[in-house]
């Protein structure tokens, strides 16, 4: 069992930044592929970035403005975001998954953190 949990959200203006974290529990971390997904409001869920076999895939609509990373040594997954815009406003998902499938997909993973709120306003 996996627990996820997210932090980093909040009201940001458009143009700005924030960083988000999502900390796993467990002794395994480093063998699950992590990724962010979001819901925008009224929305299905939505993929924006994982990290897999040492690389970085992302949505089309963040790349050059999201960075996805990982720390092992901490359980710790982050995403950064820059250059924020209105239509990045979601609550944002930490996703892991222990076994192979469409990295794309919600169904391809096991756990999911809570979310945390993100908002740009214009």
């Known amino acids: 069992q996996v627990q996820l949990v997210e932090s980093g959200g909040g009201l940001v203006q458009a143009g700005g930044s924030l960083r988000l974290s999502c900390t796993a529990s467990?002794?395994?971390?480093?063998?699950?592929?992590m990724a962010w997904f979001r819901q925008p409001p009224g929305k299905e869920r939505e993929f924006v970035a994982t990290?897999?076999?040492?690389?970085?895939s992302y949505t089309d609509s963040v790349k050059g403005r999201f960075t996805i990373s990982r720390n092992n040594a901490k359980n710790t997954v982050y995403l950064q975001m820059n250059s924020l815009k209105p239509e990045d406003t979601a609550a944002y998902y930490c996703?892991?998954?222990?076994?192979?499938?469409?990295?794309?997909?919600?169904?391809?993973?096991?756990?999911w953190g809570q979310g945390t709120q993100v908002t740009v306003s214009s």
């Open positions: 467990g002794r395994t971390f480093s063998t699950y592929g």
């Open positions: 990290w897999r076999s040492g690389s970085a």
């Open positions: 996703a892991a998954r222990s076994g192979p499938g469409d990295y794309s997909s919600r169904l391809s993973y096991d756990y």
